[in-house]
Structure formats: C-alpha cells, structure tokens
T-cell receptor, first 114, second 112 residues
Framework: GAGVSQSPRYKVAKRGQDVALRCDPI?????LFWYQQALGQGPEFLTY????????KSGLPSDRFFAERPEGSVSTLKIQRTQQEDSAVYLC????????????FGPGTRLTVL | QKEVEQNSGPLSVPEGAIASLNCTYS??????FFWYRQYSGKSPELIMS????GDKEDGRFTAQLNKASQYVSLLIRDSQPSDSATYLC????????????FGAGTRLFVKA
C-alpha cells in the first residue's frame, strides 16, 4: 500500500531500556509529524520535520526523546531510559506540502513500559 | 485553558439525524482547521479541512468556521451507525512553529 507505515506496531520495554520507533511516510511527502496519544486523549504534538530538517521539536517532553529524518524520508523516534509515563501510542503522520496541513496518519506504535 | 476544546460527549443521536460537533480554539493566529475521525484502536483519518470563514460541504459532512468567535463545527447529516467514532478537532498555526494542536475528541454514538 501507499500509506504511512510504522514499526513495530507493539513494543514492550522494561523501564530504563532504550527504544526506537520507525516511520515510513508516504513517498514524496515533505512534512512529517510525530505525536503521542494517551488513552482517551487527542494526539499530542512532539516534533515536525520538513524534509530532513527538524523545524519544531517544542513538543518533545524531555531530553530522553530524540527524532531524526536524515534523508528526508524515513524517520525514527528514539526514547532513551524509558519510564512508565512514556507508555502511549506513538503516531506518525505525513503531509505532501511544507507546513503539513492535511496529514495522513500511520497505524501507530503502542509502547508499554513495565 | 486548553488550546483546543471539545465536549468529550458521548453524543448520542438516532440513525438518520444530524450530529453537531463543536470545537473552540484559543490561538487567534490559527490558520488551518481540520476534523479527523478516529475509530477505537485505529489512527485518525482526515474528514474535512477548512481555511476560511463560512461553510464547506463534502457529501454528508459540513464544516463551519467562525474565526471571530474562534469556533469550528462539524455537521454530519443522515448519521449512520458507521459514523460512531471519536471526532477530533485540530488547529494549526505557522506563527512561531509548526504545531498542530488536537482537541481531546468528542465520542459520537449513532443508534440504529
């Protein structure tokens, strides 16, 4: 399919472990967003890429969170020293144009930190 | 004050009725407004976008925007049980960043 894909779909980590979540956006999409969604809440913005440039990382909750998109396509969200409060669904979305208005979401990665 | 506010619901309407979903936002610099639908256990799916004051219709859906009142709404005509989902209002502003802010969503139930 030509949609946004994410892997893994489910991740269980022990507290203190590092995790890496991958996002494959729709081919040719300039904009890429990462969101964190807790149960019963709307997606919460984490960071935004325009091609390979990370133009907004104001939503990253701590310096344990790091994202990259080195070639302007695939993106990885890394969480170091995971904590229980990091348990959530992590959503990736891509958009055709810069600024990223109409976004297409991937299926998400459900992270559970024990 | 939350930046994007929605009534959490649940909103229950009978099949065939009009469902009305509302959203208010705090940033007057907001430029783009969206409604997403999210089924339980799934990711959000874009339904409508609206950028200027007034109404925008697409099939059974009508989005309404009033920037002076900082208010966005979504009307669903001839509601179907398959419309039962959480509806997320999203607002973006490119002044000072590239955030898209989502509301917590309104749960809609359409009773057959």
């Amino acid at each position: 399919g030509a949609g946004v894909s994410q892997s893994p779909r489910y991740k269980v980590a022990k507290r203190g472990q590092d995790v890496a979540l991958r996002c494959d956006p729709i081919s040719g999409h300039v904009s890429l967003f990462w969101y964190q969604q807790a149960l019963g809440q709307g997606p919460e913005f984490l960071t935004y890429f325009q091609n390979e440039a990370q133009l907004d990382k104001s939503g990253l909750p701590s310096d344990r969170f790091f994202a990259e998109r080195p070639e302007g396509s695939v993106s990885t969200l890394k969480i170091q020293r995971t904590q229980q409060e990091d348990s959530a669904v992590y959503l990736c979305a891509s958009s055709l144009f810069a600024g990223g208005d109409e976004q297409f979401f991937g299926p998400g990665t459900r992270l559970t930190v024990l | 004050q939350k930046e994007v506010e929605q009534n959490s619901g649940p909103l229950s309407v009978p099949e065939g009725a009009i469902a009305s979903l509302n959203c208010t936002y705090s940033d007057r610099g907001s430029q783009s407004f969206f409604w997403y639908r999210q089924y339980s256990g799934k990711s959000p799916e874009l339904i409508m976008s609206i950028y200027s004051n007034g109404d925008k219709e697409d099939g059974r859906f009508t989005a309404q925007l009033n920037k002076a009142s900082q208010y966005v709404s979504l009307l669903i005509r001839d509601s179907q049980p398959s419309d039962s989902a959480t509806y997320l209002c999203a607002v973006s502003s490119h002044t000072g960043g590239f955030k898209t802010i989502f509301g917590a969503g309104t749960r809609l139930f359409v009773k057959a």
